[in-house]
């Protein structure tokens, strides 16, 4: 996906001007009978079964979605593993999970009680986003709009942008909020302006997850615009149906992207 990106089917071998010259001058009978003739065909045979076997492979080639978060207290986190749960379950398409670097000083964080970040999960420079086929961001909120460390990781892009390498790759978003009015919609409409910079394919997630768009009978983070999680003062923990919304989300890019890929 993305500038270079795609499925190119491979060309067909054509006759050369060589042996075009050596049918031309050949009798009626040796034509019949020349194996040289046959043993061209076989050839041309051999190379359309190769090629069309090179785009099998190409078809069939894992696509990577990339889920790139930032989390201070673990709710994002707790989203981006279960959307990963949603993007693996479709066949062919594989997610990765990065963290953007953290920006705070160590003594800040302490000061903050931020637990430790998980070093399982690496930290991802952003001229790897080159490599993904797809991309989900994840990020709390801050005012109405992603958090610092992940704006951050946005400005570092300059040279992504500068060569349009994630133009036309699609993405989408997932944040966490302390309260129902603290930006569950707002923190992704901000966010928007930085695929449109890139020529990045905004994904949202619409109303697909069905009936758990519409329960009423309990708080729920999430909208149309993607997965969502109420954090509270920190203590609160993402409930069954905020990570369903996730695994969802993730197997709906899973499958956007699979389309896209090869249209």
């Given amino acids: 996906m993305g500038k270079g990106g795609g499925c190119v089917p491979s060309k067909k071998r054509q006759p050369s001007s060589a042996e075009g010259s050596a ?26 079964v190769a090629v069309n076997s ?15 978060y930032y989390s201070m207290y ?4 707790k989203l981006a593993k279960r ?8 066949e062919g398409v594989e997610a990765v999970l ?37 991309v989900l961001f994840g990020f ?6 992603m958090a610092a460390q992940m704006k951050a990781f946005f400005d570092s892009s300059g040279q992504l942008w500068k060569e349009q390498t994630l ?17 569950q919609e707002a923190t992704a409409w901000t966010a928007i302006t930085q695929l449109a910079h890139h020529g990045m394919l905004f994904v949202p ?8 768009m519409f329960k009423m009978d309990s708080i729920r983070g999430g909208s149309p615009y993607g997965a969502g999680v109420y954090a509270g003062d920190g203590t609160r923990e993402p409930t069954e149906t905020e990570l369903g919304l996730a695994e969802h989300q993730g197997k709906y890019m899973a499958g956007v992207v699979k389309r896209l890929c090869q249209a």
Avoid: W
């Avoid at 090179?54 to 790139?68: E, G, M, P, R, Y």
């Avoid at 133009?167 to 930006?183: D, H, I, L, M, R």
């Fill in 23 to 48: 049918a031309a001058t050949a009798t009626a009978t040796t034509a019949t009978i020349n194996a040289p003739i046959e043993a061209d065909e076989e050839t041309h045979e051999t190379a359309s």
């Fill in 140 to 145: 709390p909120t801050r005012f109405g709009c």
């Fill in 167 to 183: 133009a036309g790759k699609p993405a989408g978003f997932f944040v966490s909020t302390g309260t129902q009015g603290g930006g």
């Fill in 74 to 77: 673990g709710h994002v986190e």
């Fill in 83 to 90: 959307m990963k749960k949603g993007v693996d379950g479709v």
């Fill in 98 to 134: 990065y963290r953007v670097p953290e920006t705070l000083p160590a003594d800040v964080l302490d000061h903050m009680k931020a637990p430790s970040k998980n070093p399982e999960v690496p930290e991802i420079k952003a001229a790897e986003l080159a490599e993904a086929d797809g």
């Fill in 54 to 68: 090179t785009n099998a492979q190409s078809v069939t080639a894992t696509l990577k979605i990339f889920i790139v």
């Fill in 205 to 212: 997630i619409g109303y697909t997850f069905g009936a758990g």
